[in-house]
C-alpha cells in the first residue's frame, strides 16, 4: 500500500463456531495526521453478518483478503481504501437492523454508490455529533422507494 494513501485494516475475531466479527479499522499513516492510533470504524457479527456474508466474501475477494486465514486473535489484514470504505458504511448501517428485506436492499444500495458517495456517508457517519440520525437517514432512503 503507498504511504500517501490512508491504511485501513480488516480485522477478524471468531468468538466460537460458526460465530465471527469482522472490523474496519484505519491505522496511523502519513495521509491522516489526525490519526495517531488505530481506530475502529465499524464492526458486524452474528445474524447481520451471516446474512450479507456472500457480499462481504465477494468484496473481500476483489481486495485481495480471505477471512477464512485470517487469525483469531484479531490480527488483521491490510484492505484498500474503497473496500474499506464500503464495508465501514455496511457494517455501520446494518449492524441494528432486524429486516431481512430492508437489509437486502440497503445493501444492494450501497454495493451501488459510488466511491465518493460512499466516503460521504460513511465520513458523516463517523464524524458527526449524531450518527444515528444519518445511519436512519440512509436506511430509509435505501428502504423506501418514495422518498428516493
Request: proline letters at 7%; hydrophobic letters at 45%; charged letters at 30%.
Amino acid at each position: 500500500m503507498p504511504k500517501t494513501l490512508p491504511r485501513y485494516e480488516l480485522r477478524a475475531r471468531r468468538h466460537g463456531p460458526g460465530d465471527t466479527e469482522l472490523e474496519i479499522w484505519q491505522l496511523p499513516s502519513a495521509a491522516t495526521p489526525n490519526i495517531q492510533s488505530p481506530s475502529r470504524l465499524a464492526g458486524l457479527r452474528g445474524r447481520n453478518l451471516e446474512l450479507v456474508e456472500h457480499r462481504v466474501v465477494r468484496r473481500l475477494k476483489e481486495a485481495g483478503v480471505r477471512i477464512d486465514i485470517l487469525p483469531i486473535e484479531g490480527i488483521g489484514s491490510p484492505i484498500a481504501e474503497d473496500a474499506a470504505l464500503r464495508l465501514a458504511l455496511l457494517f455501520r448501517t446494518l449492524a441494528p437492523m432486524r429486516s431481512r428485506e430492508a437489509m437486502r436492499l440497503v445493501a444492494e444500495g450501497i454495493e451501488a454508490m459510488g466511491r465518493e458517495e460512499a466516503a460521504y456517508w460513511l465520513g458523516m457517519a463517523v464524524h458527526r455529533r449524531n450518527p444515528r440520525r444519518v445511519l436512519t437517514a440512509l436506511r430509509i432512503i435505501m428502504t423506501d422507494p418514495k422518498k428516493a
